[in-house]
């Protein structure tokens, strides 16, 4: 199993370009995340997805948006890339939880995409 | 909302030193909690992880308790080795969202 694989590893992109981040995931899972991470602020979720065809904001949903036309893949997508975006992303997927309460949900992450936006 | 915060690093230690991290969360409900762990030039993996109070993690010497009582869930091991240098992030889990620590940089010096 590959487990979470991401493309590209790099990318740099002038302001205003557009550019679409691909994750693939070959464990069946049903969840899968996009979050950035930036110098002293950890992970923070872009946007999510609980299954096929479904997607939900996160916490930093501007200037992104996504897709999950096919349950292995989640992609990114940068429509007017702005320096702000400078990042470092990184995809996860879980498998789905069940039982009356929250139960615990193991994240596995891809590589992470390093992207310069100048 | 949920919230997680890790005491700042770099932490430096030198080999076979005792290790702890602080790790304390707000949360509404009752999360789960985790210790992942980002060696250089990789994402994340999962160290450790407790979804109960009291509930006890460990994996590879490392441990960490879930205090309901101090909202905490501070990562420890005994002896540390220069393999264990990397990013350590606590994180909580309720319902469908992960909440992440701004991260701890640990450097072993042989």
């Known amino acids: 199993n590959a487990g979470v694989t991401q493309t590209p590893k790099f990318r740099v992109l002038k302001t205003g370009q557009s550019m679409t981040l691909l994750c693939a995931q070959d464990?069946?899972?049903?969840?899968m995340y996009w979050y950035r991470q930036d110098p002293g602020m950890g992970l923070r979720l872009i946007h999510y997805?609980?299954?096929?065809?479904?997607?939900a904001k996160g916490e930093v949903p501007d200037g992104y948006n996504v897709s999950r036309l096919k349950k292995q893949n989640f992609l990114l997508g940068l429509e007017s890339a702005a320096p702000s975006q400078t990042s470092v992303y990184f995809c996860?997927?879980?498998?789905?939880?069940?039982?009356?309460?929250?139960?615990?949900?193991?994240?596995?992450f891809g590589p992470g995409t390093r992207l310069t936006v100048l | 909302g949920n919230s997680v915060t890790q005491m700042e690093g770099p932490v430096t230690l030198s080999e076979e030193a005792f290790l702890t991290i602080n790790c304390t969360y707000t949360?509404?409900?009752?999360?789960?909690l985790f210790w992942y762990v980002q060696y250089p030039g990789e994402g994340l993996q999962l160290l450790l992880k407790?979804?109960?109070?009291?509930d006890k993690g460990s994996n590879k010497g490392f441990e960490a308790t879930y205090r309901k009582e101090t909202t905490s869930f501070h990562l420890e091991k005994g002896s540390v080795q220069v393999s264990d240098s990397a990013v350590y992030f606590c994180?909580?889990?309720?319902?469908?969202?992960?909440?992440f620590g701004s991260g701890t940089r640990l450097q072993v010096q042989p």
């Open positions: 996860a997927s879980s498998p789905r939880t069940s039982g009356p309460r929250p139960a615990y949900n193991e994240q596995f």
């Open positions: 464990m069946n899972h049903e969840y």
């Open positions: 997805s609980v299954g096929e065809g479904t997607t």
């Open positions: 949360a509404t409900g009752y999360p789960s």
């Open positions: 407790a979804t109960k109070a009291d």
């Open positions: 994180a909580s889990h309720f319902r469908r969202a992960l909440t």
